[in-house]
């Protein structure tokens, strides 16, 4: 079965750090653009960051610049996403998506809404005191 797992979410105060795991299972992430997305209550789902296809190049969204890193973990066929200094407005479900990278160049031209191949079903981050 092809599928992303996100893990790692959790309640953490102001100012606090997570950091969240996206695991691919029945597929390798090597030729994926995989990127990170949120929605919040009430709000529609946002991308964060995304992580190009064997590269290092990164794109991240100036409301989580300085704070979030996205890292892949090539022999643990994981992404991650550190969040520090996290902030009551980061409070949402948290979505990995993959998208190949044949054909597109979504991540490198911070095209969030492109249309992915495959969707975790999210992990709740809740940032408050």
């Known amino acids: 079965q092809l599928q992303l797992v996100e893990s790692g979410g959790d309640l953490v105060q102001p100012g606090g750090s997570l950091r969240l795991s996206c695991a691919a299972s029945?597929?390798?992430?090597?030729?994926?653009?995989i990127g990170w997305f949120r929605q919040a209550p009430g709000k529609e789902r946002e991308g964060v960051t995304c992580i190009a296809a064997m590269s290092a190049y990164r794109n991240v969204v100036r409301s989580v610049m300085g704070r979030f890193t996205i890292s892949r973990d090539y022999a643990k066929n994981t992404i991650y996403l550190q969040m520090n200094s996290l902030k009551p407005e980061d409070t949402a479900v948290y979505y990995c998506?993959?998208?190949?990278?044949?054909?597109?160049?979504?991540?490198?031209?911070?095209?969030?809404?492109?249309?992915?191949?495959?969707w975790g079903k999210g992990t709740l981050v809740t940032v408050s005191s």
């Open positions: 998506a993959a998208a190949h990278t044949a054909g597109s160049n979504w991540c490198r031209l911070g095209s969030y809404n492109y249309e992915m191949d495959y």
């Open positions: 029945g597929f390798s992430l090597d030729h994926y653009d």
